[in-house]
C-alpha cells in the first residue's frame, strides 16, 4: 500500500529537486540544465541587492501572519461552535453551508470577489452608507490583504474545520457529563476539555503551516492584483511567477524560490522542535 505513495513522492517531489541547481547557473534551454554556465550565488546576490527584495518580502511575512492569526483559528472556532449545536438538522445545513465555497474553482472565486468588491458591487454599496468613497477596493494598496484574507477565510474555514470536528469526536463524552455535574457551564467544558482535547491536532495542523507560512498562494494573489497595487500585493511566490515565465529569468526566479523553501524549512524544524518540547506533539 506504500509503494504508490513512495513513487508519488519520488518522481513528482525528490527527483524535480535536482532541477534547484538551475538557480546556480545561467540557465538556458538551448544549453540544459548541465551546459548551462555555472554563476554560484551571482542569482542570490542579484535579489538581496534588488529594490524589489525588501518589499515582497515584507509583503509575504505579513500576509503570512494574518493569515496565522486570522485564518488559521478560523476553523478551529467553527469546529467547536458546530460540535456545540444539538440541533442535527441545522448543524448539517451549517456544515454544508461553510463547506461550499471550498469546493467553487478558484478563478470563479476570484471573479466573484472582484465583482462583489468592485466599484458597483454589493460590499462597496453596502460601505457607501457608512461613508465609504465607492472606489473599487482592489484598486486601493490598503485594502487588499484585508480582501486577502477575508476570502481565505470565507472560501477554506468549512473544510478546514473537518479534521477539527474529527478530533473533536475522539473526546470521551464521559467528560463533559462528569464536568456537568461538577456545575461546569458551556464555556468552561470548551475551555478545559474541548480545547486540551483538540490540542495535539492544533499542534500538528501548526507545524504543517509554519512549513508553508511562506508560500503564499500565488494563483489567487495574481488573479486578483494589478500593478497599481504592487506594493502592498506582491509577494515571492507571484514574483517567482512574473520573472520566471513572463520575463524567462529562469534562473532567477529558481533562487528566489529556493531561498522561500529553505526560509519554510527552517521555520518547519524550528516549529516541530518548540512544540515537541511545549507539549510533546510533533511530526517527528
Given at each position: 500500500m506504500m509503494v504508490p505513495v513512495i513513487a508519488y513522492y519520488a518522481i513528482f517531489h525528490y527527483t524535480p529537486m535536482y532541477g534547484a541547481i538551475i538557480a546556480f547557473k545561467d540557465y538556458t534551454p538551448m544549453r540544459g540544465i548541465?551546459?548551462?554556465?555555472?554563476?554560484?550565488?551571482?542569482n542570490f546576490n542579484a535579489f538581496f541587492s534588488s529594490y524589489y527584495f525588501w518589499r515582497i518580502l515584507k509583503n509575504t511575512v505579513i500576509i503570512s501572519l494574518y493569515s496565522l492569526c486570522f485564518e488559521f483559528p478560523a476553523p478551529i472556532i467553527l469546529a467547536i461552535l458546530?460540535?456545540?449545536?444539538?440541533?442535527?438538522v441545522f448543524k448539517r445545513w451549517?456544515?454544508?453551508?461553510?463547506?461550499?465555497?471550498?469546493?467553487?474553482?478558484?478563478?470563479?472565486?476570484?471573479g466573484m470577489i472582484?465583482?462583489?468588491?468592485?466599484?458597483?458591487g454589493i460590499i462597496n454599496t453596502l460601505l457607501t452608507y457608512v461613508g465609504?468613497?465607492?472606489k473599487a477596493l482592489l484598486q486601493k494598496p490598503e485594502l487588499f490583504r484585508?480582501?486577502?484574507?477575508?476570502?481565505?477565510?470565507?472560501?477554506k474555514i468549512g473544510f478546514e474545520s473537518i479534521i477539527y470536528i474529527a478530533a473533536l469526536m475522539s473526546i470521551d463524552q464521559e467528560q463533559?457529563?462528569?464536568a456537568r455535574m461538577d456545575g461546569a457551564n458551556r464555556w468552561k467544558q470548551i475551555w478545559h476539555i474541548t480545547l486540551p482535547g483538540i490540542l495535539?491536532?492544533?499542534?500538528?495542523?501548526?507545524?504543517?503551516?509554519?512549513g508553508s507560512l511562506l508560500n503564499v498562494g500565488w494563483e489567487k494573489i495574481i488573479l486578483l492584483y494589478n500593478p497599481s497595487i504592487y506594493d502592498t500585493s506582491d509577494v515571492i511566490s507571484s514574483f517567482v511567477y512574473r520573472k520566471g515565465l513572463l520575463e524567462n529569468g529562469w534562473s532567477y526566479s529558481s533562487a528566489v524560490g529556493l531561498f522561500n523553501s529553505v526560509i519554510n524549512l527552517i521555520l518547519l524544524i524550528t516549529a516541530n522542535r518548540i512544540s515537541r518540547k511545549v507539549n510533546e506533539s510533533s511530526l517527528w
Open positions: 548541465l551546459g548551462s554556465e555555472w554563476v554560484g550565488f551571482d458546530i460540535n456545540e449545536v444539538r440541533n442535527k451549517a456544515q454544508s453551508i461553510t463547506y461550499m465555497p471550498y469546493f467553487i474553482s478558484l478563478v470563479v472565486i476570484c472582484k465583482d462583489f468588491t468592485n466599484a458597483g465609504g468613497d465607492g484585508t480582501v486577502y484574507i477575508v476570502s481565505e477565510i470565507w472560501q463533559y457529563e462528569a495535539p491536532t492544533i499542534a500538528i495542523m501548526l507545524i504543517l503551516r509554519m
